[in-house]
């Protein structure tokens, strides 16, 4: 029997509708949301992701702003940049596109974003929170791939979770949000394939979080009956975009799957939207 679809885009819709009723209550204080997303050069897949956000403020009535630098700004600057956002008064939020060009440290960059107008969550203060239990603005796939989990009432509770992925904004984010509900961990990486044990971990797992980026890396008959798969993957293989795990023969093992796309896409964005409502009502 096949899967039941975790529906990413009717739980985003309602994350959507809870952030109009955030919004009117901040009208109501006089704050209006200010985003602004910093971004060097033009990198093409970051340009698609600064649309994608522009459209889904202007449909909320969040103000959403792009400063974008040279390709060529150094790291000095870009922090001088992101100084002067935190400074601005006018500014509720705080977006760093990535990817960054080389030789720039991210994880000191985005150290130096405040953690009030840190609508990604990845200023450390914020990872910080994570880990003693009381995420705020944290990684907004992260928060997703908690709230389609939740759509499914699964009790958390000794459940065996495998998170195939380590990345600082899902894998190990992911790993902490789960554990805080007693969930038992595996966290699989590269080491894990090489060593030929991705196989065994990927099995035994009635929860399964993939966060790769690798077309198909999980063969479908490898999950086990009736686990729950959230796929964050998003490829591109032909004229077709596929996540990280072999849909089709792992829907007819799994109780729940997440579509790609559909499934962890849309959540991700509505948890921005409501990052940013958050961040403002803070200010």
Known sequence: MAANLIPGKEIAARIQEEVKEKLQELKVRGITPKLVAVQLGDNPASAVYVKAQAKSCEKLGIN???????AETGEKELISTLQALNADSTVTGIIL????????????????????KDVEGVNPTNMGWIIYGRPGLAPCTALAVKE?????????????????GHSDIVGKPVSMLLVDKFA?????????????????????AEILIVAVGKANLIPGNW????????????????DKIVGDVEFETAQARASWITPVPGGVGP???????????LAAGKL
């Open 64 to 70: 959403y702003s792009l400063k974008q630098l040279p």
């Open 97 to 116: 596109q990535l990817p960054l060009p080389q030789g720039i440290d991210v994880r000191k960059v985005q150290s130096f974003i405040s953690p009030e």
């Open 148 to 164: 389609l989990i939740e759509y499914t009432r699964v009790d958390l509770y000794g459940k065996e979770v495998v998170m195939v």
């Open 184 to 204: 038992t961990l595996a966290i699989c990486h590269i080491a894990t394939s090489q060593k030929g044990n991705l196989e065994s971990h990927v099995r035994r």
């Open 223 to 238: 999950i086990k009956e009736g686990a729950i798969v959230i796929d964050v993957g998003i490829n591109r293989v032909g």
């Open 267 to 277: 959540v991700t964005t509505a948890i921005l939207l409501r990052n940013a409502v």
